[in-house]
Structure formats: structure tokens, C-alpha cells
T-cell receptor
Framework: GESVGLHLPTLSVQEGDNSIINCAYS??????FIWYKQESGKGPQFIID?????DKRQGQRVTVLLNKTVKHLSLQIAATQPGDSAVYFC???????????FGTGTRLLVSP | NAGVTQTPKFQVLKTGQSMTLQCAQD?????MYWYRQDPGMGLRLIYY???????DKGEVPNGYNVSRLNKREFSLRLESAAPSQTSVYFC????????????FGPGTRLTVT
């Protein structure tokens, strides 16, 4: 798998700002793209997913955008809160397979 | 519901020792997974089990074995631990109807000296 070494990309925002976390994926055959959140010392937690035939999906305070032309996925968090501070991972899955392939993650730091 | 539980939470091994990491889920999920997470990296799939009685290799299976004991339990065994296996290990489970949403345990932090 790919590696960015020991240092995760970090996004620092102020409380109340909107955050945008980006992810580049490599497999054009993936049918689903998923975002997970991992708080310090815990296992990852599912946030939202999007199927490859969609370009936008909204959840509670989150929006995922998919651009298949440039193989790019983003997670937008509205009105970011200190509790949103975590590492965010994108993942992809092929239809017919149960397994996910995870990206390397982005750390989001929210200051009050 | 406890969700996904893992034991132990922490473990230190010497090179060459063996151990089994235990995982159990109480959500009646068909699929279970073992991942490792190294500093600054994402999760890499070691093995998974799509249903009771079946197991398949993931991205990094070398040095590990698994057993799907029943629908609830999925164990990961290190037969001869190596320092390269120092990592945090996560177990997860998912339902076939919603495979994108995996439920993760709290992790086991393993150090091999």
C-alpha cells in the first residue's frame, strides 16, 4: 500500500469554520467511496458513503463530493466543532467485495 | 450491545513468541476483518472472513493466521512474532446488507521487542 511516512497531512481550522478534507483515489473500478473518522485511541467510525454514480451526497453537517474525472473525493464539514478533531480516512470498495481499501488519512485540528 | 470487543488491549512480546488476538461481535454480522495500523498510515487489511467458515487473505497476510471460530468470533494468531509486527491491530465487522459501514473494536497495541 501507499505510504506517506510518519507525518499525516494536517488541516487546522477554527471552530465554526467549514472544513474540506481531500482524498485522491486510484482504482477506477471502485463502486463505493466511504469516509471514516478516527478519534485518538479509538477505532475508526463510519461517517458517510457515496456510490460512484453520484457526485454529491449530504449527511448531517457533512457533504461528500465525488469527481470521477480526476479521481478525487472530498469531505466537507460545516460549522466545524472541537469534537470533529480526529483523523479522517477515505476508503473505496468494489461491488461484490466486502473489503475496503483505506487511504492514509488527514488529521483535522479544530481550535476553539 | 457491546459492539466489537478485542482482547487484550496491550501486549508486549519478545521476538519469536506467539500469541492470539481475540475479537468478538454481538451484532450478528456475517463479515469480520483484521487490520493493522502503523504510525502515520492508514489501515491495512490482514485477513477477512465474509461468512462463518470462510477466510481470505488481505493486503498483508504474511506472518499471520486467522480462525473464524463461529459467527461471533474471529481470532488472529502470530506464530512467531517479529519487530515488524509492532502495530495497533483492529478487528471490525459488517453486515452483508451494509458492507461500507464497518464497526471497529478499540484495538490492541502490540509491541514486539
Amino acid at each position: 500500500g501507499e505510504s506517506v511516512g510518519l507525518h499525516l497531512p494536517t488541516l487546522s481550522v477554527q471552530e465554526g469554520d467549514n472544513s474540506i478534507i481531500n482524498c485522491a483515489y486510484s482504482n477506477s473500478a471502485s463502486d463505493y467511496f466511504i469516509w471514516y473518522k478516527q478519534e485518538s485511541g479509538k477505532g475508526p467510525q463510519f461517517i458517510i458513503d457515496i456510490r460512484s454514480n453520484m457526485d454529491k451526497r449530504q449527511g448531517q453537517r457533512v457533504t461528500v463530493l465525488l469527481n470521477k474525472t480526476v479521481k478525487h473525493l472530498s469531505l466537507q464539514i460545516a460549522a466545524t466543532q472541537p469534537g470533529d478533531s480526529a483523523v479522517y480516512f477515505c476508503a473505496e470498495r468494489d461491488t461484490g467485495f466486502q473489503k475496503l481499501v483505506f487511504g492514509t488519512g488527514t488529521r483535522l485540528l479544530v481550535s476553539p | 450491545n457491546a459492539g466489537v470487543t478485542q482482547t487484550p488491549k496491550f501486549q508486549v512480546l519478545k521476538t519469536g513468541q506467539s500469541m492470539t488476538l481475540q475479537c468478538a461481535q454481538d451484532m450478528n454480522h456475517n463479515s469480520m476483518y483484521w487490520y493493522r495500523q502503523d504510525p502515520g498510515m492508514g489501515l491495512r487489511l490482514i485477513y477477512y472472513s465474509a461468512s462463518e467458515g470462510t477466510t481470505d487473505k488481505g493486503e498483508v497476510p504474511n506472518g499471520y493466521n486467522v480462525s473464524r471460530l463461529n459467527k461471533r468470533e474471529f481470532s488472529l494468531r502470530l506464530e512467531s512474532a517479529a519487530p515488524s509486527q509492532t502495530s495497533v491491530y483492529f478487528c471490525a465487522s459488517s453486515d452483508n446488507a451494509g458492507p461500507n459501514e464497518q464497526y471497529f473494536g478499540p484495538g490492541t497495541r502490540l509491541t514486539v521487542t
